[in-house]
C-alpha cells in the first residue's frame, strides 16, 4: 500500500506461452539429432554414416486377390410371425422352442367349445331374425293385396251408391210432381164445377129467350143479349173442355203416389245396405294401408337379416379357423413361443416364430472402409464345425447400427447355398467373402500406406532424400495394396513408417525383394 520515497512499482501484465505440440518437439529432436550425427561423421572423419536406414520396396505390378475374413451369426431368410386368427383359448402348443417341424405341421390348436356356443347362438338369433322379418313382410303383401281388393270394393259400391241415388232422387222427383198433380186435380175440379154451373146458367138464360123469339119475338137488345150469351156459353165450354180434359183421375194418382213410395223404400233400404259395405269396405282399406310396410321399414328388416347373416358368417369362420389351428406353411425351426396353453388369445396377437430351414444366411458387421468393396453376388464361404459351404452376398443394409466397439457398422447377408439340419440359427459362422481379384495393378506394402486430412500418402525415395506423395487407393488385403493413382512402377516406397520419417530428410535404402505376382488371401480388418 505504501511506498517509499524515490523508488516506483511497475505491474507487468504477462502474456500465456503458446503451447509447442508434442510430434513438433519429437521431429525437431529427431531432426536435430539426424543434423548432428551427419554433421558429426562428416567432421570427425568416421567411416559410420549416421544417416538413419529405412526399409524400401520397389512399386511394382502384380495380381491382388481380396478377401474379407470375418464371422457372423446363422440366421433364417425367411422368417414368419404366426398371430392368432381368432379370439379362442388356446388349446395345446405340440412344439418347442428350437424344434423343427415340416409344412403342414400343427403348430398351436384353440379350444373350441365357446367359439361353437357363439356359432350356435348366432345361428339361432339368424333364423329368428328371418322369421321374424318374413313374416312382417308376409303382412304387409296381404295387407296390400287386402287394400287393392277393399279399394276396388270401394269404387264398385260408391258407384252403385251412385246409381241408387239417382234412382231416389228420380222417384222423388216423381212423387213431388204426383202430389202437386194431386194438389192440381183437385182446385181443377173445384174450377170444372163453376164452369159447369155457368155453362148450365148461360143456358138456361139462352134457351129462355129462344122460347120467347118463338113465341112473339125479341126485341133488339134481346137479340144482342142472346148473341152474346150463346158467344160466352161457347167460350165457357171451350174453357169446360180444357179444364175437364187436364183433370186427371184421383185413383190414378193415388196408384202412382203408392207405387212410388213403395219404390222409395226398397231403394234407401238398398242404399243403407250399400253404405253399410262401402262402411265396411273403407275399414278394411284403411287397416290394409295401416298393415303396408314403408320402403325405410323394409330395408330395415333386410339390414337387419343381413348383420344377422354376416354375424353367422363371422361366427363360423371363426369356428372353422380355430377348428383348423395354425399349421407351419413351410418347412422350418421355431424360434419363438409367444403362447402359452390355456390362455385366450387375441385375434391379431403373436403366437409363434418360424424361421425357414431351407432358405438360410450368416449375418455379418461390416465397417465403412470394407463397405466400399463389397458388392451383391460376390462369392463366399461359409464355414461352421469344420463344414464349409458356398454362398454369395444377397443383401447390403441401408441402416448403420453401432457395433460393440461403438464404431458404425453395416449389416450384410450372406446367403448360404445349400444349408443342412448341422446348420444351427444365432451360432456364430466364419465367413470368408471373395472381394475380388486385381490383375496387372501397381501393388505396395500396405504398411507403406498413411493417411492424414488430406488423404492417403506414401513415403518414396529420391536420390537418398524422403518425398511425400498423396496416392488413390483401391483393392486391399491386410498386407498388400492397389495404388491407383499418384505414384509409377519402379519408384521406391518407405515400408517401415514411423514418427521419425519425415519428408526431405536423408535416408539410406534397406531394399526388400518381392516377387512379380502378389496372391494375397488375407482378411482384410
Known amino acids: 500500500m505504501f511506498q517509499r520515497k524515490g523508488s516506483s512499482t511497475a505491474i507487468m501484465e504477462r502474456k500465456p506461452k503458446k503451447k509447442i505440440k508434442a510430434w513438433k518437439i519429437v521431429a525437431l529432436a529427431v531432426a536435430l539429432i539426424c543434423l548432428i550425427r551427419f554433421v558429426a561423421g562428416i567432421f570427425l572423419g568416421g567411416e559410420e554414416d549416421l544417416r538413419p536406414v529405412v526399409d524400401t520396396v520397389s512399386v511394382d505390378q502384380g495380381t491382388l486377390t481380396s478377401t474379407l475374413d470375418t464371422s457372423g451369426t446363422i440366421a433364417?431368410?425367411?422368417?414368419?410371425?404366426?398371430?392368432?386368427?381368432?379370439?379362442a383359448q388356446v388349446g395345446e402348443i405340440p412344439v418347442a422352442l428350437g424344434d423343427s417341424v415340416e409344412r403342414g405341421?400343427?403348430?398351436?390348436?384353440?379350444?373350441?367349445?365357446s367359439l361353437q356356443k357363439n356359432y350356435d347362438i348366432a345361428e339361432l338369433q339368424a333364423r329368428a331374425e328371418d322369421a321374424t322379418g318374413n313374416d312382417s313382410l308376409a303382412k304387409s303383401n296381404e295387407s296390400a293385396r287386402e287394400l287393392a281388393t277393399s279399394a276396388g270394393e270401394m269404387r264398385t259400391l260408391q258407384?252403385?251408391?251412385?246409381?241408387?241415388?239417382?234412382?231416389?232422387d228420380s222417384l222423388q222427383s216423381q212423387a213431388t210432381a204426383n202430389e202437386v198433380a194431386t194438389n192440381n186435380n183437385a182446385a181443377v175440379?173445384?174450377?170444372?164445377?163453376?164452369?159447369?154451373?155457368?155453362?148450365?146458367?148461360?143456358?138456361?138464360?139462352?134457351?129462355?129467350?129462344?122460347?120467347?123469339?118463338?113465341?112473339?119475338?125479341?126485341?133488339?137488345?134481346?137479340?144482342?143479349?142472346?148473341?152474346?150469351?150463346?158467344?160466352?156459353?161457347?167460350s165457357k165450354e171451350k174453357t169446360l173442355a180444357a179444364k175437364e180434359k187436364a183433370v186427371k183421375n184421383s185413383a190414378d194418382l193415388a196408384n202412382t203416389s203408392t207405387n212410388i213410395q213403395a219404390q222409395l223404400a226398397q231403394k234407401n233400404s238398398e242404399l243403407a245396405d250399400l253404405q253399410g259395405k262401402l262402411a265396411e269396405a273403407e275399414s278394411k282399406n284403411a287397416s290394409a294401408e295401416a298393415g303396408i310396410l314403408s320402403e325405410a321399414a323394409k330395408a330395415n328388416i333386410s339390414y337387419s337379416q343381413q348383420a344377422s347373416q354376416l354375424t353367422l358368417e363371422q361366427t363360423a369362420d371363426n369356428l372353422s379357423r380355430?377348428?383348423?389351428?395354425?399349421?407351419?406353411d413351410f418347412d422350418g425351426i421355431v424360434t419363438e413361443i409367444s403362447a402359452s396353453a390355456g390362455t385366450?388369445?387375441?385375434?391379431?396377437?403373436?403366437?409363434?416364430?418360424?424361421?425357414?430351414?431351407?432358405?438360410?444366411?450368416?449375418?455379418?458387421?461390416?465397417?465403412?472402409?470394407?463397405?466400399?468393396h463389397i458388392q451383391i453376388g460376390q462369392s463366399a464361404t461359409i464355414?461352421?464345425?469344420?463344414?464349409?459351404?458356398?454362398?454369395?452376398?444377397?443383401?447390403?443394409?441401408?441402416?448403420?447400427?453401432?457395433?460393440?466397439?461403438?464404431?458404425?457398422?453395416?449389416?450384410?447377408?450372406?446367403?448360404?447355398?445349400?444349408?443342412d439340419d448341422n446348420l444351427i440359427l444365432g451360432l456364430d459362422a466364419k465367413v470368408v467373402v471373395d472381394l475380388g481379384t486385381a490383375e496387372n495393378v501397381l501393388i505396395v506394402p500396405i504398411s507403406a500406406v498413411n493417411s492424414d486430412l488430406q488423404g492417403d500418402f506414401v513415403y518414396t525415395v529420391q536420390e537418398g532424400a524422403v518425398v511425400k506423395k498423396y496416392v488413390t487407393t483401391g483393392l486391399a488385403s491386410k498386407e498388400e495394396i492397389e495404388i491407383k493413382s499418384g505414384i509409377e512402377q519402379g519408384e521406391t516406397v518407405i515400408t517401415t513408417v514411423d514418427s521419425s520419417i519425415m519428408e526431405?530428410?536423408?535416408?539410406?535404402?534397406n531394399t526388400q525383394q518381392e516377387s512379380e505376382d502378389v496372391s494375397t488371401t488375407e482378411a482384410l480388418e
Open 189 to 234: 175440379n173445384e174450377e170444372v164445377g163453376r164452369l159447369q154451373a155457368e155453362v148450365e146458367s148461360i143456358g138456361a138464360q139462352i134457351n129462355a129467350l129462344e122460347v120467347k123469339k118463338e113465341q112473339g119475338g125479341l126485341t133488339v137488345k134481346e137479340k144482342d143479349q142472346l148473341k152474346d150469351l150463346r158467344s160466352d156459353k161457347k
Open 322 to 328: 380355430a377348428k383348423a389351428g395354425v399349421t407351419a
Open 383 to 419: 464355414s461352421f464345425q469344420e463344414k464349409d459351404y458356398t454362398g454369395s452376398v444377397q443383401n447390403i443394409s441401408k441402416i448403420a447400427q453401432s457395433g460393440e466397439s461403438g464404431s458404425a457398422m453395416v449389416t450384410v447377408k450372406v446367403h448360404i447355398d445349400t444349408p
Open 504 to 509: 526431405g530428410m536423408q535416408v539410406i535404402e
Open 159 to 168: 258407384a252403385r251408391i251412385d246409381a241408387l241415388n239417382a234412382e231416389i
Open 105 to 113: 405341421d400343427f403348430l398351436l390348436t384353440y379350444d373350441t367349445a
Open 344 to 372: 385366450m388369445a387375441a385375434e391379431g396377437t403373436p403366437l409363434i416364430t418360424l424361421a425357414s430351414a431351407h432358405d438360410m444366411c450368416v449375418e455379418i458387421a461390416v465397417s465403412k472402409y470394407n463397405l466400399a
Open 76 to 87: 433364417s431368410e425367411l422368417t414368419h410371425i404366426y398371430a392368432s386368427p381368432v379370439d
